[in-house]
């Protein structure tokens, strides 16, 4: 089973060179702490940012330097800041390559719920509906389950939906899968996990076809 940052490294290895990626709030922000040393890449925050660098070491944050969700950020040579207006023009003018980011649910066709629960406050939707409205390859990174134990790999959403049939691929603490017309494709299992661990834990429909490998990294 992976934590968080197992997660963010399984997920890095879809980032390919010269892509520019969006990382979301919370899980999305570690994959730019795990991407290959010999590729490019350009990472987007909607807050303006472009060429975000790993966290920086304890010590050597810059309160000036933010990231979407307000954590200290580095920046690589060449990085530039710019308004919101210049930044949500990238976004909606697609010219993201790869947008990663966290869900409280999935469903089996590639809905995404991931801004709001009923009843609790919350600020409001960020950039989180020009993402998923906009990107052509989204991946989501979360728990398979939530703290309760229950499914958020669901057959329908329950919570109010960010975006509709959006989700390319899903990577949880137990398993890559692959949004398909017919449900979730299992495509890798975590460390030590099991395909039945991952059958119990997925209400929707999950595809399996021959043997599951481990993740690789």
Same mark, same amino acid.
């Given at each position: 089973m992976?934590?968080k940052?197992?997660?963010?490294?399984?997920?890095?290895k879809?980032?390919?060179? %010269?892509?520019?990626?969006?990382l979301?709030?919370?899980?999305?922000?570690?994959? #730019?702490?795990?991407?290959?040393?010999d590729?490019?890449v350009?990472?987007?925050?909607?807050?303006?940012?472009?060429?975000?660098?790993p966290?920086?070491?304890?010590?050597?944050?810059d309160?000036?330097?933010?990231?979407?969700?307000?954590?200290?950020?580095?920046?690589?040579p %060449?990085?530039?800041?710019?308004?919101? #207006?210049?930044?949500?023009?990238?976004?909606?003018?697609?010219?993201?390559?790869l947008?990663?980011?966290g869900a409280?649910?999935?469903?089996?066709?590639?809905?995404? #719920?991931?801004?709001?629960?009923?009843? $609790?406050?919350?600020k409001g939707?960020?950039?989180?509906?020009?993402?998923?409205?906009?990107?052509?390859?989204?991946?989501?990174?979360?728990?398979?389950?939530?703290?309760? %134990?229950?499914?958020?790999?669901?057959?329908?959403?329950?919570?109010?939906?960010?975006?509709?049939?959006?989700?390319?691929?899903?990577?949880?603490?137990?398993?890559?899968?692959?949004?398909?017309?017919?449900?979730? $494709?299992?495509?890798?299992?975590a460390?030590?996990?099991?395909?039945?661990?991952?059958?119990?834990?997925?209400?929707?429909?999950?595809?399996?076809? %021959?043997?599951?490998?481990?993740?690789?990294?």
């Amino acid at each position: 089973m992976l934590d968080k940052n197992g997660i963010a490294k399984r997920i890095a290895k879809e980032v390919q060179d %010269g892509y520019y990626v969006n990382l979301g709030i919370g899980i999305p922000t570690l994959v #730019a702490n795990y991407v290959r040393e010999d590729i490019e890449v350009e990472f987007q925050s909607e807050n303006g940012v472009l060429g975000m660098g790993p966290f920086p070491f304890e010590g050597e944050e810059d309160a000036d330097i933010i990231n979407a969700g307000k954590q200290t950020i580095t920046t690589l040579p %060449g990085a530039s800041f710019f308004d919101s #207006a210049t930044s949500f023009s990238m976004i909606r003018g697609q010219h993201v390559d790869l947008t990663i980011l966290g869900a409280m649910e999935v469903s089996e066709n590639g809905d995404i #719920a991931n801004w709001k629960i009923p009843g $609790k406050m919350v600020k409001g939707m960020g950039g989180a509906m020009d993402l998923v409205a906009s990107a052509e390859n989204i991946i989501v990174a979360m728990m398979h389950t939530n703290r309760a %134990g229950a499914s958020k790999l669901l057959k329908e959403c329950s919570l109010p939906l960010t975006g509709v049939a959006c989700v390319k691929k899903v990577v949880t603490n137990l398993a890559v899968m692959e949004v398909t017309d017919k449900g979730f $494709k299992l495509l890798e299992r975590a460390p030590g996990v099991s395909v039945e661990d991952i059958r119990n834990a997925t209400e929707g429909t999950l595809i399996i076809e %021959g043997d599951i490998p481990e993740m690789d990294f």
